[in-house]
T-cell receptor
Framework: EPEVTQTPSHQVTQMGQEVILRCVPI?????FYWYRQILGQKVEFLVS????????KSEIFDDQFSVERPDGSNFTLKIRSTKLEDSAMYFC????????????FGPGTRLTVT | GENVEQHPSTLSVQEGDSAVIKCTYS??????FPWYKQELGKGPQLIID?????GEKKDQRIAVTLNKTAKHFSLHITETQPEDSAVYFC??????????FGDGTTLTVKP
């Protein structure tokens, strides 16, 4: 069964460093999302992406965040200058369509900022 | 923006009993309501969903109900088993795809 994959599974970085989190969505999906989950808290929407453009973003997704689909398969989240409070699980998701269609989540990348 | 409230935050039941988790949402534009099960160290896994034009949906031991007028929806798990123990999240999705999650319910099924 097709699945969303994410790399790395765990990333440790120092405050102020740039990190890139990578995702490979399901191949026939057209809509891509990033969510984050701070330990013990709920899943929070960051951004949705369609047709090489951001469709929607939350207030969390400020100028230090960016997303890109550099080729036909990868979808990346870049955090330019990490802060301690960026430590969280970051989940990528994809769906065939937006709105009333299932979003399939990857296993997540645990980001630890020290 | 959308606000989703989920209750209870923790739920403990005996194996074989039923479990009910309730959510309310605020934005009438939300039209898709998925439920996710999250096991430790894993991403959310969709277990059932309901669209705004449907009032109830059932899949084996799991059912979801939606009351659009009252803006609330519920997850019902019957004949619970220890492997049902996990954190369950409800979510409300807008037409553009943004999903707002509830705070989660930690379900413990005691053998």
């Amino acid at each position: 069964e097709p699945e969303v994959t994410q790399t790395p599974s765990h990333q440790v970085t120092q405050m102020g460093q740039e990190v890139i989190l990578r995702c490979v969505p399901i191949s026939n999906h057209l809509y891509f999302y990033w969510y984050r989950q701070i330990l013990g808290q709920k899943v929070e929407f960051l951004v949705s992406f369609y047709n090489n453009e951001i469709s929607e973003k939350s207030e969390i997704f400020d100028d230090q965040f960016s997303v890109e689909r550099p080729d036909g398969s990868n979808f990346t989240l870049k955090i330019r200058s990490t802060k301690l409070e960026d430590s969280a699980m970051y989940f990528c998701a994809s769906s065939v369509e937006s709105g009333t269609y299932e979003q399939y989540f990857g296993p997540g990348t645990r980001l630890t900022v020290t | 923006g959308e606000n989703v409230e989920q209750h209870p935050s923790t739920l403990s039941v005996q194996e074989g009993d039923s479990a009910v988790i309730k959510c309310t949402y605020s934005d009438s534009a939300s039209n898709y309501f998925p439920w996710y099960k999250q096991e430790l160290g894993k991403g959310p896994q969709l277990i059932i969903d309901i669209r705004s034009n449907v009032g109830e949906k059932k899949d084996q031991r799991i059912a979801v109900t939606l009351n659009k007028t009252a803006k609330h929806f519920s997850l019902h798990i019957t004949e619970t088993q220890p492997e049902d123990s996990a954190v369950y999240f409800c979510a409300a999705s807008e037409p553009a795809g943004k999903s707002t999650f509830g705070d989660g319910t930690t379900l413990t099924v005691k053998p």
